[in-house]
């Protein structure tokens, strides 16, 4: 019935939003702005009607949750990063009948997800700056999917990405893009130093270990990536357990999967972390 129209795994590093503001970073991640606004602009494109972003700023200790609330709205500053985002105003459509079709086929699948219609339950910011750069105009509706899971498995994270595919398209009348927000390598900069690494990696070995799983990406060679993936995401401090790229991957056929990552966004380094906006086609 619905289609999977566009997967990419994406940033949402809170210089973005400090990047539009006047002052000394003024435009400094221009870059990942625009890529935000062209993945956005090839799912108007596409078709899309509903964006679920797996994202890994909302942390949760057990079980997987859905945020699914049928209107989003309300001013937004960072409780980790107050300097960088403060006062952000948003607005957005949800779309309960997705979350909860999503949430009883991840539970099908025999991983227990639950699906929220909570006024008071806020989006967090890894969903809110990509949304503020993908859907100014709120063309689409939103669904937010907890992936900061700080006890979980990360088969299970796979297992409810290929349910929420199944869901989508056995069940959902319409046409859905799924986003992992989250980094790379995910070190951030030690205390004390963090504006001298506003524009770098942490070290030459989170550097490294990053550039040649973005050649295993573009290779489409992701049944070694998939195979590597827990002690990448151990070693190279994944953000959110990196518990997003296994969702996404999950929905994408796992180590099974042989699509090539288009870059979007070249990798870069923020407060020693590794950024990048990337689409993997979907097959």
Request: negative net charge; charged residues 20%.
């Amino acid at each position: 019935m619905g289609k999977l129209a566009l997967t990419a795994k994406i940033t949402h590093v809170p210089s973005m939003y400090l990047s539009e503001l006047d002052g000394p970073h003024k435009g400094c991640r221009q870059a990942a702005i625009d890529g935000h606004k062209e993945i956005g602009r090839r799912c108007r494109e596409l078709g899309v009607d509903t964006i679920v972003v797996f994202d890994t700023h909302w942390l949760v200790n057990s079980g997987y949750h859905i945020n699914c609330a049928p209107h989003f709205k309300g001013v937004y500053t960072s409780n980790e990063l107050p300097h960088f985002i403060k006062d952000m105003a948003y607005e957005y459509d949800g779309n309960p009948v997705l979350g909860k079709l999503l949430a009883d086929a991840s539970t099908a699948a025999g991983v227990r997800t639950r699906a929220h219609e909570i006024a008071s339950l806020e989006l967090e910011y890894g969903t809110l700056v990509p949304m503020r750069y993908m859907n100014a105009d709120r063309q689409f509706k939103v669904v937010s999917v907890a992936a900061l899971c700080t006890v979980h498995n990360m088969e299970d994270s796979a297992r409810i990405g290929a349910a929420m595919r199944r869901a989508v398209e056995e069940q959902y009348d319409g046409t859905v893009a799924f986003l992992a927000s989250g980094s790379l390598s995910h070190r951030f900069a030690q205390n004390g130093v963090a504006e001298d690494y506003l524009f770098k990696i942490w070290s030459p070995f989170l550097e490294t270990m990053d550039h040649a799983v973005i050649d295993m990406w573009k290779r489409g060679d992701w049944a070694t990536f998939c195979e590597m993936l827990p002690e990448y995401n151990a070693k190279c401090h994944g953000e959110g357990n990196m518990h997003d790229t296994a969702m996404l991957l999950g929905a994408l056929g796992w180590g099974q999967y042989r699509g090539q990552a288009e870059v979007v966004t070249p990798y870069f380094g923020s407060s020693g972390t590794g950024q990048i906006n990337a689409v993997l086609p979907v097959h």
